[in-house]
């Protein structure tokens, strides 16, 4: 996984919540706001995996769609 437009920005996705960023385990987050140097940032729409799709991307794909009765 990546920061999209970040070279160097290659991490280890741990589990749900926290990344491996040279050698430092932390949230995705604080991986984020660490490579960017922003106080804060929208990590579903900038952290990409390899093949292009975001965080926001597998999340729409974990989430059951809603249906009406």
């Known amino acids: 996984m990546a920061?999209?437009?970040r070279d160097d920005s290659?991490?280890?996705v741990l589990d749900g919540w926290h990344v491996e960023f040279k050698g430092q385990r932390m949230s995705f987050?604080?991986?984020g706001q660490r490579v960017t140097g922003?106080?804060?940032i929208r990590?579903?729409?900038m952290a990409c995996l390899s093949d292009g799709?975001?965080?926001n991307d597998l999340r729409d794909?974990?989430?059951p769609s809603s249906t009406t009765v």
Request: hydrophobic share 30%; aromatic share 14%; charged share 25%.
């Open 38 to 40: 922003w106080p804060s």
């Open 29 to 31: 987050n604080k991986w």
């Open 61 to 63: 794909q974990s989430e």
């Open 10 to 12: 290659s991490a280890r």
């Open 3 to 5: 920061i999209r437009g």
């Open 53 to 55: 799709r975001t965080l």
């Open 43 to 45: 990590i579903y729409t």
